[in-house]
């Protein structure tokens, strides 16, 4: 079921099939946040319920006390689901508009370049870096361009599924017409009503599983363009300040850092500042 838009997650406490105490909530709270950096206000009660109790469920367990022991004597597959679970993946194609044209530019000026690298940092389901490649495609007028971009997630999940990347047509109602015919193949028979992007598109992103948390990361920069839209908002600011840090060295000294429309890296003038809408650049550009 889509953890978006499930119903179950406003229905009333009151017919909870299972107990789910202030303890119960807290301890979930204390191990998303050290194992993803989430942190879970007060108000997301209901959500957390919902979706952990399809967990309980699964696991064949009667109380979130039962489950959250279990959990925690360290079953790596139920640590998997229970961070995808808690995720929140709301994305779309060409999200924030403006900072295509921004990145098609900066390409532009870097068209000499042998390989120009990106990197999407937060990707969810896909939208986001496949708009990215498109932003590409058109830059460089080929569907070959000399584009290399990683797209990364926690959630394995959203993961698969942008790996897959079969869209239902309502998805991509808002992209341009001539977006659509170029990009997608439009499903027939049993996959009527949905399109899946086009292969060409597809290689120009290889997708991996990535914990922005991390102390290591298993990439190798620089990249020309990190996107990392919508994430920092469920960290605070000292974990968004320290994967800030990270990002320094991972960029090139000219490179452009993309965050989302609600997020600011004020707390960070050291080391990011503010070129234009949400795009920031190096504050330090000679390193
Ligand atoms: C709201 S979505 C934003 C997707 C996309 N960047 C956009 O702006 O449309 C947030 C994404 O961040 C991912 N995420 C949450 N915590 C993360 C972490 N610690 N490391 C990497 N990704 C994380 C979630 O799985 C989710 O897919």
Known sequence: MDKISSLEEIYDSNLREYVFTEADFDRIKKLIYKHAGISLSASKQNMVYSRLARRLRANGLNSFHDYLNFLEKGNPAEWEAFTN????????????????????????????QKKIQLWCSASSTGEEPYSMAMAMVQAFKSFTPPVHILATDLDTNVLAKAQLGIYSLDKLEKLPKDNLRQFFLKGKGHHIGSARVRPELRNLITFRQLNLLDENWPIRGPFDAIFCRNVMIYFDKPTQYKILKKFVPLLTPDGLLFAGHSESFQHATDLFKLREKTVYELANKRR
């Open 85 to 112: 679970a808690l995720t929140t993946n709301l994305t779309a194609f060409f999200r924030e508009q403006h900072h295509f044209p921004i990145l098609e530019k900066h390409v532009e000026q870097r068209k000499n």
